[in-house]
C-alpha cells in the first residue's frame, strides 16, 4: 500500500439540487481526477470550497500540566469557487506518512489489493452518486471540513457573557480528514470537537480531531481505508469494499479489532470523563486542558466493563447520577442489549433485549422508573447489498413500537411492548410518566420519509415535533402534533432543560431545520399549549444544535448557546441568548468557521477541575 495516494473524486453526476440554496446545473456536473499545482490540488464543481489536509502527525508537547497533542498537516487538497475565502492552516508543513514494518508478503499483498481498489473506484466512477453519498452534496458549503486550531485566547465578545456560563461548552462534528475517494455521507466523517472555554467573561475556542483507531491507522496511512459505513455501503460495491478491507486485515495492513468507529455523534461528561461517541464503536476519552485545548486519552471501556459498542446518547439521570445506555449490533444477535453504570461508573450486567432483526436505534429515553426504547422501521438488511441495494432499509411491512422496561431490570421478561404504526423518530426529546392515566408520554420528533437522511427520495422530509401516549394499561398508542399545522415547522437536534430529563417538562428547545438540512434558528416550544416562540440567527445566517444551559429553579430560566456561521461574510460565532426573552446576550466572534455539526454539552468550571 503506497504510503501516499492521489485523492480522486470521481465522475457523479448530480440530479437536482438537493439543498434549497444551491445552485441547479443545466448539465451533469462532473467530479474529475485532481490536477496537481505549484500549491496544492484542485478541481472546479459548482458547490463551495472544501479543505482536505491530506496529512496530520501529532506532535506532543509537555507542560507542567497537560500534554497536547498537535496534528500538522502535509497538503491541502481545495475544490475551488469564487464564493468562500481561502481557509489556510497555520500549522507547519512537515511530516509523512509514517512508514510502514512490512514483510516481503505484506508489501507484495499491498500493491495488489490497491490494484483491486484502483479498478473499484475506476468502475465506480462510471456511475451517478445518490444525493445522500454524493460528496459535492454532503459535505458542500459550511458541511466541509476544517483543520484543527489551537486553543485561541481573549476572543472578541459583542456584548457581555453572563457571569454563570463559567466552564466549556463542547460539540462534536463530522469532520473527513481526506478527501472521499468514494461514496460518503455526511454521518462518516471523523469525530471533531470544538470547545468554547469560558474565564471571568472572557473566551477561548479550540477544535481537535478525536484520534480514534480508525484516525490514526488512516493517518499513518496517509490515505482513507476503512469504509464508509452509509456513504460507501451499498450494492455489490459496497460488498467489494468490505472484502478489500478485510483481506488487508488478513494481512495485517490494517487493524479493525479495535474499533472501527468515527466518535463523531454524541458528547457526555460523566464520572469526570469526557465521552465523546458514535454507535458503532467503544467511547472514547476526551480531556480538556486548563488553556481550553483538546486532547484524547483513548478509547474508553470503562475499565474494563465494557465490551460492545454503545449508543451515541446515552441518558444521565439528573436525581440519582446513574448513567442509562444501549448497545446494538446489526450482524448478530443480540441485536439489542440495555446497561447502565452508576455515578462512580459502576456498569450492570447486561439485558438481551429479544429483537428479530436488527433496527437502527439512534436514541432512546428515561422516565423516573423506565427506559423507552423504540423499535421502529428503519432496520438493517446486509442481504439488501447483494441484489444491488443499500442496507439501511425502510421496513413497510413492520409495525413501530414502544419497548417499556424498568431501569433496574434484570431481564426483558417484563418488558411491554406497545404498538406505535407509522412512527419513526430519530431523536426523542424527553419522557415521563403520567400515573394517574397509567401513560407513559414520550417527546419526539416524528419524520417522514423515515429513511430519507439515509437513501435517496423524492419526497420532501418532514419532522413533525408529536406527543406520544404509551398506554400501560390498555396496551394501547396515541399520537398528536404538539404544534398547529399552521405553525409547522421541521425541528431537529435541541433538548429540555437536563436537570428535567425524565420528569414532566413544559418547554424543548429544538433546531428550526429549515430550509433542510440547514438550521435557520431554534424554537422554544410550550409542550403543553404548543405555543412556538422563535429565534433567527440572522440573514444568511445558519447554525446547528441549540444546546439549553439552565440558570436557576424555574424550567425556563436559562442560556442557550449556538454555534453559527455566517455565508455571506463566510464567519462563525458563538451566539448566546437569554432563554426566558429570547434575546441576544453575548455574540463571540471565532478564529475559526465551525462547521455544521451534531450534538454538544456543557462542563461547568467545578466539575472540570475533577477530570480524570
Same mark, same amino acid.
Given at each position: 500500500?503506497?504510503?501516499?495516494?492521489?485523492?480522486?473524486?470521481?465522475?457523479?453526476?448530480?440530479?437536482?439540487?438537493?439543498?434549497?440554496?444551491?445552485?441547479?446545473?443545466?448539465?451533469?456536473?462532473?467530479?474529475?481526477?485532481?490536477?496537481?499545482?505549484?500549491?496544492?490540488?484542485?478541481?472546479?464543481?459548482?458547490?463551495?470550497?472544501?479543505?482536505?489536509?491530506?496529512?496530520?502527525?501529532?506532535?506532543?508537547?509537555?507542560?507542567?500540566?497537560?500534554?497536547?497533542?498537535?496534528?500538522?498537516?502535509?497538503?491541502?487538497?481545495?475544490?475551488?469557487?469564487?464564493?468562500?475565502?481561502?481557509?489556510?492552516?497555520?500549522?507547519?508543513?512537515?511530516?509523512?506518512?509514517?512508514?510502514?514494518?512490512?514483510?516481503?508478503?505484506?508489501?507484495?499483498?499491498?500493491?495488489?489489493?490497491?490494484?483491486?481498489?484502483?479498478?473499484?473506484?475506476?468502475?465506480?466512477?462510471?456511475?451517478?452518486?445518490?444525493?445522500?453519498?454524493?460528496? =459535492?452534496?454532503?459535505?458542500?458549503?459550511?458541511?466541509?471540513?476544517?483543520?484543527?486550531?489551537?486553543?485561541?485566547?481573549? !476572543?472578541?465578545?459583542?456584548?457581555? &457573557?453572563?457571569?454563570?456560563?463559567?466552564?466549556?461548552?463542547?460539540?462534536?462534528?463530522?469532520?473527513?480528514?481526506?478527501?472521499?475517494?468514494?461514496? $460518503?455521507?455526511?454521518?462518516?466523517?471523523?469525530?471533531?470537537?470544538?470547545?468554547?472555554?469560558?474565564?471571568?467573561?472572557?473566551?477561548?475556542?479550540?477544535?481537535?480531531?478525536?484520534?480514534?483507531? =480508525?484516525?490514526?491507522?488512516?493517518? +499513518?496511512?496517509?490515505?482513507?481505508?476503512?469504509?464508509?459505513?452509509?456513504?460507501?455501503?451499498?450494492?455489490?460495491?459496497?460488498?467489494?469494499?468490505?472484502?478489500?478491507?478485510?483481506?488487508?486485515?488478513?494481512?495485517?495492513?490494517?487493524?479493525?479489532?479495535?474499533?472501527?468507529?468515527?466518535?463523531?455523534?454524541?458528547?457526555?461528561?460523566?464520572?469526570?470523563?469526557?465521552?465523546?461517541?458514535?454507535?458503532?464503536?467503544?467511547?472514547?476519552?476526551? =480531556?480538556?486542558?486548563?488553556?481550553?485545548?483538546?486532547?484524547?486519552?483513548?478509547?474508553?471501556?470503562?475499565?474494563?466493563?465494557?465490551?460492545?459498542?454503545?449508543?451515541?446518547?446515552?441518558?444521565?439521570?439528573?436525581?440519582?447520577? *446513574?448513567?442509562?445506555?444501549?448497545?446494538?449490533?446489526? &450482524?448478530?444477535?443480540?441485536?439489542?442489549?440495555?446497561?447502565?453504570?452508576?455515578? *462512580?461508573?459502576?456498569?450492570?450486567? *447486561?439485558?438481551?433485549?429479544?429483537?428479530?432483526?436488527?433496527?437502527?436505534?439512534?436514541?432512546?429515553?428515561?422516565?423516573?422508573?423506565?427506559?423507552?426504547?423504540?423499535?421502529?422501521?428503519?432496520?438493517?438488511? !446486509?442481504?439488501?447489498?447483494?441484489?444491488?441495494?443499500?442496507?439501511?432499509?425502510?421496513?413497510?411491512?413492520?409495525?413501530?413500537?414502544?419497548?417499556?422496561?424498568?431501569?433496574?431490570?434484570?431481564?426483558?421478561?417484563?418488558?411491554?411492548?406497545?404498538?406505535?404504526?407509522?412512527?419513526?423518530?430519530? $431523536?426523542?426529546?424527553?419522557?415521563?410518566?403520567?400515573?394517574?392515566?397509567?401513560?407513559?408520554?414520550?417527546?419526539?420528533?416524528?419524520?417522514?420519509?423515515?429513511? +430519507?437522511?439515509?437513501?435517496?427520495?423524492?419526497?420532501? !422530509?418532514?419532522?413533525?415535533?408529536?406527543?406520544?401516549?404509551?398506554? !400501560? =394499561?390498555?396496551?394501547?398508542?396515541?399520537?398528536?402534533?404538539?404544534?398547529?399545522?399552521?405553525?409547522?415547522?421541521?425541528?431537529?437536534?435541541?433538548?429540555?432543560?437536563?436537570?428535567?430529563?425524565?420528569?414532566?417538562?413544559?418547554?424543548? @428547545?429544538?433546531?428550526?431545520?429549515?430550509?433542510?438540512?440547514?438550521?435557520?434558528?431554534?424554537?422554544?416550544?410550550?409542550?403543553?399549549?404548543?405555543?412556538?416562540?422563535? @429565534?433567527?440567527?440572522?440573514?444568511?445566517?445558519?447554525?446547528?444544535?441549540?444546546?439549553?444551559?439552565?440558570?436557576?429553579?424555574?424550567?425556563?430560566?436559562?442560556?442557550?448557546?449556538?454555534?453559527?456561521?455566517?455565508?455571506?461574510?463566510?464567519?462563525?460565532?458563538?451566539?448566546?441568548?437569554?432563554?426566558?426573552?429570547?434575546?441576544?446576550?453575548?455574540?463571540?466572534?471565532?478564529?475559526?468557521?465551525?462547521?455544521?455539526?451534531?450534538?454538544?454539552?456543557?462542563?461547568?468550571?467545578?466539575?472540570?477541575?475533577?477530570?480524570?
Amino acid at each position: 500500500m503506497p504510503s501516499s495516494a492521489s485523492n480522486t473524486w470521481f465522475n457523479a453526476t448530480l440530479p437536482s439540487p438537493p439543498f434549497k440554496d444551491l445552485p441547479s446545473t443545466s448539465s451533469p456536473t462532473n467530479l474529475l481526477p485532481l490536477r496537481k499545482t505549484s500549491s496544492s490540488n484542485t478541481i472546479t464543481c459548482s458547490l463551495q470550497t472544501l479543505h482536505f489536509p491530506k496529512q496530520y502527525q501529532p506532535t506532543s508537547t509537555s507542560t507542567s500540566t497537560a500534554t497536547t497533542t498537535t496534528p500538522t498537516p502535509i497538503k491541502t487538497t481545495t475544490i475551488t469557487t469564487t464564493t468562500p475565502p481561502r481557509e489556510t492552516n497555520p500549522l507547519s508543513d512537515t511530516n509523512q506518512p509514517l512508514p510502514q514494518k512490512w514483510n516481503f508478503l505484506q508489501k507484495a499483498a499491498a500493491t495488489a489489493l490497491d490494484l483491486v481498489e484502483t479498478a473499484l473506484v475506476s468502475h465506480e466512477r462510471k456511475h451517478p452518486l445518490p444525493k445522500t453519498a454524493d460528496p =459535492r452534496v454532503q459535505i458542500a458549503g459550511n458541511f466541509a471540513p476544517v483543520p484543527e486550531h489551537a486553543a485561541d485566547q481573549g !476572543l472578541p465578545v459583542v456584548g457581555k &457573557i453572563p457571569k454563570c456560563i463559567d466552564g466549556v461548552y463542547v460539540r462534536n462534528g463530522a469532520n473527513p480528514l481526506y478527501e472521499p475517494v468514494a461514496g $460518503h455521507h455526511f454521518f462518516d466523517g471523523d469525530g471533531m470537537v470544538h470547545a468554547v472555554k469560558f474565564t471571568n467573561g472572557a473566551a477561548s475556542y479550540a477544535c481537535r480531531f478525536t484520534e480514534t483507531q =480508525r484516525l490514526s491507522q488512516e493517518k +499513518s496511512l496517509g490515505r482513507p481505508v476503512f469504509p464508509k459505513a452509509i456513504g460507501e455501503l451499498h450494492g455489490h460495491s459496497g460488498i467489494a469494499r468490505l472484502l478489500l478491507f478485510y483481506a488487508r486485515g488478513l494481512f495485517g495492513l490494517v487493524d479493525g479489532s479495535q474499533g472501527m468507529g468515527v466518535a463523531n455523534a454524541g458528547l457526555v461528561y460523566f464520572n469526570n470523563h469526557l465521552l465523546a461517541m458514535s454507535e458503532d464503536d467503544l467511547p472514547y476519552h476526551v =480531556r480538556i486542558t486548563p488553556n481550553g485545548d483538546l486532547t484524547t486519552v483513548g478509547r474508553y471501556d470503562f475499565n474494563g466493563q465494557l465490551n460492545s459498542t454503545m449508543i451515541a446518547h446515552p441518558k444521565l439521570d439528573p436525581v440519582d447520577g *446513574d448513567l442509562h445506555a444501549l448497545s446494538y449490533d446489526v &450482524i448478530q444477535k443480540p441485536y439489542l442489549k440495555y446497561f447502565r453504570f452508576s455515578p *462512580d461508573g459502576v456498569k450492570s450486567p *447486561d439485558v438481551e433485549i429479544p429483537l428479530k432483526e436488527p433496527t437502527m436505534m439512534h436514541d432512546f429515553a428515561i422516565t423516573e422508573n423506565f427506559v423507552v426504547v423504540p423499535d421502529q422501521q428503519v432496520v438493517f438488511k !446486509l442481504t439488501e447489498m447483494i441484489t444491488g441495494g443499500s442496507p439501511v432499509v425502510y421496513d413497510k411491512n413492520k409495525t413501530s413500537r414502544f419497548g417499556i422496561l424498568h431501569k433496574n431490570a434484570k431481564d426483558a421478561n417484563a418488558m411491554r411492548w406497545i404498538d406505535a404504526p407509522d412512527c419513526f423518530c430519530f $431523536h426523542l426529546w424527553n419522557a415521563w410518566e403520567e400515573p394517574e392515566t397509567e401513560e407513559v408520554v414520550v417527546i419526539g420528533s416524528c419524520m417522514t420519509p423515515a429513511d +430519507s437522511i439515509f437513501n435517496e427520495c423524492e419526497e420532501s !422530509l418532514k419532522s413533525v415535533l408529536s406527543e406520544i401516549r404509551l398506554n !400501560l =394499561r390498555t396496551g394501547k398508542s396515541t399520537r398528536r402534533p404538539i404544534i398547529s399545522d399552521a405553525e409547522q415547522v421541521n425541528l431537529e437536534a435541541g433538548m429540555v432543560n437536563r436537570n428535567k430529563l425524565g420528569r414532566k417538562t413544559q418547554f424543548a @428547545y429544538l433546531a428550526l431545520a429549515e430550509p433542510w438540512p440547514k438550521v435557520s434558528g431554534f424554537a422554544k416550544v410550550d409542550l403543553l399549549s404548543g405555543e412556538v416562540k422563535k @429565534y433567527m440567527y440572522g440573514e444568511e445566517k445558519f447554525g446547528g444544535e441549540p444546546l439549553f444551559l439552565p440558570n436557576g429553579q424555574k424550567e425556563d430560566d436559562g442560556y442557550i448557546l449556538a454555534f453559527v456561521h455566517d455565508e455571506k461574510e463566510w464567519k462563525s460565532e458563538l451566539q448566546i441568548v437569554n432563554a426566558q426573552n429570547l434575546k441576544l446576550e453575548a455574540s463571540i466572534k471565532l478564529p475559526s468557521r465551525v462547521p455544521y455539526g451534531f450534538h454538544g454539552t456543557f462542563i461547568h468550571s467545578k466539575d472540570l477541575r475533577k477530570q480524570a
